[in-house]
């Protein structure tokens, strides 16, 4: 059955130095490198969990750009199909930002927006996300965005659903909105607007199998079936460590599908790995 990864990142060395790191490498026990790592490294990864296609995004931050969209494209083309690329922006600079996302949808083939509100310190109902959202409509391309609390040492009122990406659904009602790393503690929360919205969605991103709220599960046996997406948030967790005891889930043939690759493929506007 295939595999599509809906939230990883092939890293940077200005990726992985970050300070916002040094939380996730307390509990992971991870040294920094010094030189790039290989695409090849994160194709082994993917090879070893069994996923076939992996959506890595760029990384903008307030401090300056940690990953460039070019960077992405770069990745994208050295990986023999199995990557695809999605793009961040600068939030300082909308004018600037609106272009570039254009640029990146465009020219590099880019098939989403990423951006990830605790990094700026802003929800994404800040009037500085709003020129996007009515660009990712135009260019008819999701906004992907982080829900729930963080790991790195950043406030997490940021990622809380309700009102903050509440207020983006109810005012861009055609706007396609994937919420990754499930939004614990506000599961429910994230829950009830993919419910309550027919273009919301949740990933399950930097959450092994294991650790899926029941109420996640509950609705991904459910009638949610259509609405979650996998995700590893790689290279914080690998592949193969987010799938251990995906079985212990008792999805329906149809219901595993969906999950791991049919909502994004729908979603995300990707041709369905064979």
């Known amino acids: 059955m295939a595999i599509i990864d809906a939230w990883a990142q092939h890293p940077t060395v200005r990726l992985l130095q970050h300070e916002m790191l040094d939380s996730?490498?307390?509990?992971?026990?991870?040294?920094?490198?010094?030189?790039?790592?290989?695409v090849s490294m994160t194709l082994a990864a993917m090879d070893a969990g069994g996923v076939d296609t992996a959506l890595i995004s760029a990384w903008y931050g307030p401090e300056g750009v940690l990953i460039s969209n070019d960077d992405v494209a770069g990745f994208v083309a050295e990986s023999g199909?199995?990557?695809?690329?999605?793009?961040?922006?600068?939030?300082?600079?909308?004018?600037?930002?609106?272009?570039?996302?254009?640029?990146?949808?465009?020219?590099?083939?880019?098939?989403?927006?990423?951006?990830?509100?605790?990094?700026?310190?802003?929800?994404?109902?800040?009037?500085?996300?709003?020129?996007?959202?009515?660009?990712?409509?135009?260019?008819?391309?999701?906004?992907?965005?982080?829900?729930?609390?963080?790991?790195?040492?950043?406030?997490?009122?940021?990622?809380?659903?309700?009102p903050y990406l509440d207020?983006?659904?109810?005012?861009?009602?055609?706007?396609?909105?994937?919420g990754g790393h499930i939004g614990y503690p506000w599961t429910t929360e994230m829950i009830a607007m993919a419910t309550k919205y027919p273009n919301v969605y949740i990933d399950t991103s930097a959450y092994t199998v294991r650790r899926y709220p029941p109420e996640l599960v509950a609705y991904l046996k459910s009638h949610g079936r259509g609405k979650v997406l996998f995700g590893t948030n790689y290279p914080m967790i690998p592949p193969q460590r987010a799938l251990a005891g995906l079985d212990d889930l008792a999805l329906d043939d149809e219901g595993r599908d969906?999950?791991?690759?049919?909502?994004?493929?729908?979603?995300?506007?990707l041709t369905k790995p064979d």
């Not at 307390?26 to 030189?35: A, F, M």
């Not at 009037?127 to 959202?133: G, S, T």
């Not at 969906?258 to 506007?269: E, K, P």
């Open 81 to 162: 199909g199995r990557l695809v690329g999605v793009a961040s922006v600068d939030l300082r600079k909308p004018m600037v930002a609106v272009r570039e996302l254009r640029r990146a949808v465009t020219e590099l083939g880019m098939k989403a927006l990423r951006i990830v509100p605790w990094l700026w310190g802003l929800p994404p109902n800040d009037r500085r996300y709003y020129p996007l959202y009515a660009e990712c409509v135009d260019l008819g391309i999701p906004f992907c965005t982080q829900v729930g609390h963080t790991g790195p040492l950043r406030t997490s009122e940021t990622g809380r659903p309700i």
């Open 24 to 38: 996730l490498r307390r509990w992971t026990g991870d040294t920094i490198p010094d030189q790039p790592p290989p």
């Open 167 to 178: 207020d983006v659904a109810l005012e861009f009602p055609e706007l396609v909105i994937v």
């Open 258 to 269: 969906l999950f791991l690759s049919g909502n994004a493929t729908r979603i995300f506007g």
